[in-house]
């Protein structure tokens, strides 16, 4: 018995030595000043209606977006691979000085090289829009053309080589996440009694720079249960995506990157202006958008980026409960390394939001500097 545990003890010490986690993460702080109002205003999603506040000026400073990780990586065993992922920020609520700490990411992946296999389980970035445009900001322009969150999930992920080119193909069940109502409590998600299903097939072709191009084609499908009565009248409303993003390499310094996508009931995944479900009729709620952006850098000690993206409820859905209708944004950013660790960056932002109450659009014009440090 004492030599059984001492073969264990043994053998998880191993386990542990082979162990390492490498720490990462930035120190930043965020500025900004609006001409108008945003929200929410430490991040940027679309502008504030201006019947009642027109030309509302703000100015907001905030470090929640200082970010904290570890990268796992196992030992390996048996031809297989094992690595982790735990990273959080700061945006999970409280007083602007109080700041609570937010989950991010945190999964395990085993994978088969040889196989070319991997099986992936925790929280992680959607594979239905995988893109984030080239911005600072911490929203990275969702509800303005970007689409995909980070949802719990399991993700099966299979790759083939074809010639000097690549396939991936990755399917994943996906945990539903939906804000509650004022007047409904409950989790729509959960209660339809199964996940989402999401999917991607990815192309990696050899380009003329030393990047690849790449070509993806993703989606998901999923129903929510909205309970709208305590004696029992459920609601069963759809959801679906259909993405395509693009990353094509120009230059060695300057690629072109974007998605455009479509779907209904998509708030759920940080579009259509978080608008899921027309609550008049219970019909999910279609919408369309997309980015595009150019980054070029480095040069020396600069980086730079510009693009535009638009999210836009279909006009046959905009029903009363509905009145953010269109959101686009424009943006030029610039960026200088002081040291290899330390860059100061200054974004600016044009927003145009459309509402349906409203005969004249909300504008805003935004100034942001940051100052990271990354370690």
């Known amino acids: 018995m004492f030599k059984v545990l001492a073969v264990l003890l043994m053998a998880s010490g191993i386990a542990a030595a082979a162990t390492t986690v490498e720490p990462y993460g930035f120190v930043k702080l965020d500025s900004s000043w609006d001409d108008s109002r945003m929200s929410t205003g430490n991040y940027a999603r679309w502008v504030e209606a201006e019947d009642t506040n027109k030309n509302d000026s703000e100015f907001n400073m905030t470090a929640n977006h200082s970010r904290l990780g570890l ?18 920020d700061f945006y999970g609520g409280g007083a602007e000085n109080k700041s609570n700490p937010m989950m991010r990411h945190a999964w395990a992946e085993v994978s088969w090289p040889a196989w070319d296999f991997a099986v992936l389980g925790g929280q992680t970035s959607d594979i239905n829009g995988p893109l984030d ?9 969702r509800s303005a053309g970007n689409i995909g969150y980070r949802h719990p999930q399991v993700r099966l992920t299979k790759g083939f080589k074809i010639g000097d080119s690549r396939v ?19 989790d729509s998600g959960a209660d339809a009694g199964y996940p989402f299903g999401a999917s991607r097939l990815g192309v990696f072709v050899p380009g003329w720079t030393r990047q690849p191009v790449v070509v993806g084609i993703s ?62 009729n219970w019909e999910p709620i279609r919408a369309k958008g997309g980015w595009l952006a ?25 029903h009363a409960s509905i009145d953010k209708k269109r959101n686009q944004s424009v943006f030029g950013t610039a960026s200088y390394d002081i040291t290899p660790a330390s860059m100061v960056a200054l974004e600016l932002y044009s927003f145009v939001t459309e509402y349906r109450s409203s005969d004249k659009n909300a504008e805003a014009f935004r100034a942001a500097v940051s100052f990271i440090h990354r370690f």
């Open 168 to 186: 991936d193909f990755a399917v994943a069940a996906v945990r539903d996440v939906v804000a509650s109502s004022t007047w409904f409590t409950g």
């Open 219 to 280: 989606g998901s499908l999923g129903v929510e249960e909205w309970d709208t009565s305590k004696a029992g009248n459920p609601k069963y409303v759809r959801s679906w995506t259909g993405v395509v993003d693009l990353s094509l390499p120009l230059l060695d310094a300057l690629v072109l990157k974007g998605e455009g996508w479509m779907g209904e009931n998509v708030a759920n995944f940080g579009a259509a202006m978080l608008q899921g479900i027309s609550f008049s």
């Open 133 to 141: 445009p080239p911005v600072l900001d911490p929203n990275v322009l």
């Open 71 to 88: 990268r796992i990586t196992g030992q390996d065993f048996g031809g297989m691979k094992t690595r982790g992922l735990i990273e959080g």
């Open 294 to 318: 150019l980054a070029a850098g480095p040069y020396k000690f600069w980086k730079f980026s510009a693009g535009t993206g638009v999210d836009r409820i279909n006009d046959e859905d905009i």
